[in-house]
C-alpha cells in the first residue's frame, strides 16, 4: 500500500461557526482569524493505492460554481486537485474509487465538473465508483433545512445518473472492520447523518481520515464542536469515545481541515485529552 496526500485547495471559513459556543478568546490561540472573523481552511484528501486501486477520499470543492459562491469562502494558496495528483504522477482518469467521508460541497464538490459545452455536468473521475453510504445518501438528497445549502443537486445526482454510485454496506454497530474499499469504517452522526470517518491500517500504524469528526488540532479539546453539527450533544458523544480510542490505539490522525498541520496523535493529561506530536505526511510515512 501507498498512500499520497492530495492538497485539493485552501478556503476560509468563519471561526465562531467553527467552534460553535466556545469563546474566540479560546479557539484564536491555535486557529487565529483575520479581521473578517476567518480562519484558515484546507480541503486535505487522501489518495491510497492498493494492488490495482487507487481510491481517493473527499474531492475537495471543485471548481464549478459561480464566483459569487466561491466569493464566500475566500480561496488561497496554489493547491488544486489535479497539480496534487501530477506532484505523485497520477491523473483523475486513473482513479478507480472515489470514496466520499459525506456529502457536503468541501468535501465531495471536485466529483463533478461541467461537461464539455458546460450545458450540464458529469463526473470528474470517469472511470471511477463513487462510494456513500445508503443512509447518508437519502439524507442529503432530501435535505433538511439546516443543511440544504451544503447538499447541491449538483455534485450528487450526476453520481447516480452516471451509474457509478455505490453504497458502502454497514453491519448493527458504528463500526465496519473492512468495508468493500478494505479498510475499516466508523459510522458517526452527529454532524451529519451517517458521516463516515476511515481507519487504514498502513505499516502496523492506523491512519484515520478524520473529516469533520476531529477538523483541526484546535478541535480536540471535546466541547469544541462545530456550529455546523445537526446534533452536537451527539458529536460530544461520538467525539469523547473517539478520542479515547485514538489515545488507547495510538490511532495517527490525518487531518482533512488543518490548513497548517496534516497529522497527529493525542495523549491522555489531566485536563482531557490533548495533542501529543504534530507530523508531516512525510514524518508518518517513515
Known amino acids: 500500500m501507498k498512500l499520497y496526500p492530495i492538497e485539493a485547495g485552501n478556503f476560509k471559513l468563519d ?159 458504528p463500526y465496519v472492520s473492512k468495508s468493500e474499499l478494505d479498510f475499516g469504517v466508523l459510522f458517526v452522526d452527529g454532524h451529519t447523518e451517517k458521516q463516515m470517518i476511515p481507519h487504514i491500517d498502513y505499516n502496523g500504524k492506523t491512519l484515520v481520515f478524520a473529516a469533520d469528526l476531529l477538523p483541526t488540532v484546535g478541535h480536540i479539546p471535546l466541547p469544541y464542536v462545530m456550529g455546523y453539527d445537526t446534533r452536537p450533544l451527539l458529536t460530544l458523544k461520538e467525539k469523547a469515545l473517539f478520542l479515547d480510542n485514538a489515545v488507547k490505539n495510538n490511532y495517527y490522525l490525518f487531518l482533512e481541515h488543518d490548513a497548517h498541520n496534516q497529522v497527529c496523535t493525542l495523549q491522555e493529561t489531566e485536563k482531557g485529552v490533548r495533542l501529543k506530536e504534530i507530523y508531516t505526511f512525510a514524518q508518518f510515512l517513515e
Not at 492498493?50 to 493547491?79: A, C, P, V
Open 15 to 173: 471561526g465562531g461557526a467553527m467552534f460553535g459556543v466556545v469563546p474566540k478568546s479560546l479557539w484564536n490561540r491555535t486557529n487565529p482569524a483575520d479581521a473578517n472573523n476567518m480562519i484558515d481552511i484546507a480541503a486535505r484528501c487522501l489518495l491510497v493505492e492498493e494492488g490495482d486501486r487507487l481510491i481517493l477520499i473527499d474531492t475537495g470543492m471543485g471548481n464549478k460554481q459561480s464566483d459569487k459562491f466561491f466569493g464566500y469562502y475566500y480561496r488561497w494558496g496554489d493547491h488544486s486537485l489535479d497539480n496534487s495528483l501530477k506532484k505523485y504522477g497520477f491523473h483523475r482518469d486513473d482513479i478507480t474509487d472515489v470514496f466520499l467521508t459525506h456529502l457536503h460541497f468541501d468535501h465531495c464538490g471536485g466529483s463533478i465538473q461541467w461537461n464539455k459545452d458546460r450545458t450540464g455536468y458529469e463526473p470528474a473521475f470517469k472511470n471511477a465508483t463513487f462510494w456513500t453510504n445508503e443512509d447518508h445518501w437519502n439524507w442529503a438528497i432530501h435535505p433538511n433545512e439546516r443543511e440544504k445549502a451544503s447538499f447541491l443537486s449538483e455534485n450528487l445526482l450526476p453520481m447516480q445518473e452516471s451509474g457509478q454510485l455505490q453504497f458502502v454496506s454497514r453491519n448493527n454497530g
